[in-house]
């Protein structure tokens, strides 16, 4: 059968009910339908998913593979996702550990346009560590969020993004906010030859998404950032496989955290953080790191930065953006765990240098690459 296969960890009794749930979850993510109902010998043959294998790994929990025809997918992200891990998502007890997609499915969606390689090329940073930081609080006027970007560029940033929390608020609507921000970091781009890139946050409904996005592109935004638990993975997709609005697109986590941190349910953190945003077509992946305020271990950390970078035939590499509680006394430590191909996202951890931001930012720079 051409396609794809889907691992799932299964919690059952024994290897008998893991077999029948992993018959129940090739049955519910494709077909959805009991055998006396189906008209057609076809769609039994072809179309119902492929229970491969099961096997035991634990007390408890067990491993099953599943192959699914590519036919049943089409040419959408948003079917693939349904299939990989739709109605299964209800059931309690199992989750999406690995995925494997042969090239010749992948040819039907975008990926990332720019990927690691390309992300690197845009703020000409080649080498080293790259450096995030994060404009904040929600509530300042457009004005002062400039200022704060202006001097993040001054002191050496690579991207510069808005809080994931900034939308069309009153005191700092989406255009006023783009374009003074923009303006600024061009501003400071051109006195100190740098090549920061500023990515909005794409927080708002759908019907609005493609204008905010054009209006970004004419303000002279140079990348986006987009929570794909508010504005549905596909957004990323659509962005990705658009020339006129090419951009580096980061991906944030906002609204799915429960996902990937469920111990039965959901999907592995990889799959989530690394596999998911490729797949759809980001270029950089924010997910929390050990040491901030999420509680994230270092092995989980280090295995999520492996798959957005490591070539598994899933697209190009992204880099991953390890945050969340970071600090300038961690720095050192965060670059020995994560290397160089890393975005290191200071939110907090920059602004609180207030009045001295730009020489706060090349501290953080220093503390990165010493």
Not at 9 to 30: H, Y
Not at 341 to 356: E, I, N, Q
Request: net charge negative; hydrophobic share 40%.
């Amino acid at each position: 059968m051409q396609g794809f296969t889907a691992t799932y960890q299964i919690q059952a009794l024994s290897l008998e009910d893991a077999k029948n749930w992993a018959a129940s979850v090739a049955r519910e993510e494709t077909i959805e339908c009991i055998d006396e109902a189906v008209p057609h010998a076809f769609i039994l043959n072809e179309l119902l998913g492929k229970v491969l294998s099961v096997s035991e790994r634990g007390p408890s929990v067990y491993q099953a593979e599943i192959g699914y025809n590519r036919e049943i997918v089409g040419d959408e992200i948003p079917q693939l996702l349904n299939v990989l891990y739709g109605n299964s998502s209800m059931h309690v007890g199992v989750k999406l550990v690995d995925i494997r997609i042969p090239e010749d499915t992948l040819k039907a969606f975008p990926g990332p346009r720019y990927g690691a390689r390309g992300v690197r090329e845009q703020t000409k940073r080649y080498t080293g560590p790259l450096l995030c930081t994060v404009l904040k609080p929600v509530g300042l006027t457009p004005k002062e969020l400039a200022e704060l970007a202006y001097q993040c560029v001054l002191g050496g940033v690579d991207l510069i993004k808005d809080d994931h929390s900034f939308a069309m608020q009153k005191w700092a609507p989406f255009e006023k906010r783009v374009e003074t921000i923009a303006a600024a970091v061009a501003m400071a781009n051109a006195e100190t030859g740098n090549s920061t890139l500023y990515a909005p946050s794409m927080n708002c409904s759908l019907d609005k998404f493609e204008e905010r996005a054009r209006f970004a592109v004419q303000a002279g935004a140079g990348a986006y950032l987009v929570m794909p638990g508010l504005t549905g993975w596909d957004s990323i997709r659509f962005l990705a496989s658009s020339k006129e609005l090419s951009r580096p697109i980061m991906c944030h986590p906002s609204g799915l955290g429960s996902i990937p941190n469920a111990n039965a349910n959901g999907l592995s953190p990889s799959i989530f953080y690394a596999v998911y945003p490729r797949l759809v077509g980001a270029d950089v992946s924010i997910y929390p790191s050990f040491g901030g305020r999420y509680g994230f271990s270092k092995e989980l950390c280090a295995h999520v930065a492996d798959d957005c970078r490591t070539p598994n035939g899933l697209f190009q590499p992204i880099l991953p953006a390890p945050g969340g509680g970071m600090s300038i006394e961690l720095a050192g430590l965060l670059r020995e765990m994560y290397g160089d191909d890393t975005v290191f996202l200071f939110g907090g951890g920059a602004m609180r240098y207030k009045d001295r931001i730009a020489s706060g930012v090349k501290e953080l720079r220093a503390a990165l690459t010493q």
